[in-house]
T-cell receptor
Framework: EAGVAQSPRYKIIEKRQSVAFWCNPISGHATLYWYQQILGQGPKLLIQFQNNGVVDDSQLPKDRFSAERLKGVDSTLKIQPAKLEDSAVYLC??????????FGPGTRLTVT | GENVEQHPSTLSVQEGDSAVIKCTYSDSASNYFPWYKQELGKGPQLIIDIRSNVGEKKDQRIAVTLNKTAKHFSLHITETQPEDSAVYFCAASKPNTGNQFYFGTGTSLTVIP
């Protein structure tokens, strides 16, 4: 079974620039999550999708972050404009209902 | 929400010794507790989990215990090996949240050969 795929793996941008991350979940997984992991901390949930609907985006900084999941499969997370404090690893995870979450390798974002 | 605390933040053990990592949670409604291992440059990988209707679960050298009354759960690794060196995260999840996980702050485990 293929795992959760993410791209790019690394991204360096200057502050105020825009960036987008892509995630392809495990086939058949209806639930998709985006997490932000700042160095030395545990992952923090940004947004959760069930199929292509948003279940929870209460911790998503909506003034600069946006996410979509078209057709209930792939998802993109965008930051516009980026700030220095957005430097982190962005993790995508997926799960079947009431099952464990499987994480992708993450995208390491550095904002200079 | 849910608040998960994890201790210690760093742990060094000699190869062959045991390692114990402890977590507490705040919301008594939480009923699912996974443990993840994260190696450098990789995403977290599930290593063991426990549900609230069970007090202990074992998988080879790894075990997890849960005390619902005290709202704490622990990861036990026996006969540690150098390849166990990684960052370990505990998490808690409540029902009817689509498996929304709240993570601890992580424990960096180093196994000294």
């Amino acid at each position: 079974e293929a795992g959760v795929a993410q791209s790019p793996r690394y991204k360096i941008i200057e502050k105020r620039q825009s960036v987008a991350f892509w995630c392809n979940p495990i086939s058949g997984h209806a639930t998709l999550y985006w997490y932000q992991q700042i160095l030395g901390q545990g992952p923090k949930l940004l947004i959760q999708f069930q199929n292509n609907g948003v279940v929870d985006d209460s911790q998503l900084p909506k003034d600069r972050f946006s996410a979509e999941r078209l057709k209930g499969v792939d998802s993109t997370l965008k930051i516009q404009p980026a700030k220095l404090e957005d430097s982190a690893v962005y993790l995508c995870a997926s799960s079947l209902e009431r099952s464990v979450g499987y994480f992708g390798p993450g995208t390491r974002l550095t904002v200079t | 929400g849910e608040n998960v605390e994890q201790h210690p933040s760093t742990l060094s053990v000699q190869e062959g010794d045991s390692a114990v990592i402890k977590c507490t949670y705040s919301d008594s409604a939480s009923n699912y507790f996974p443990w993840y291992k994260q190696e450098l440059g990789k995403g977290p990988q599930l290593i063991i989990d426990i549900r609230s209707n069970v007090g202990e679960k074992k998988d080879q050298r790894i075990a997890v215990t849960l005390n619902k009354t005290a709202k704490h759960f622990s990861l036990h690794i026996t006969e540690t090996q150098p390849e166990d060196s990684a960052v370990y995260f505990c998490a808690a999840s409540k029902p009817n949240t689509g498996n929304q996980f709240y993570f601890g702050t992580g424990t960096s485990l180093t196994v000294i050969p």
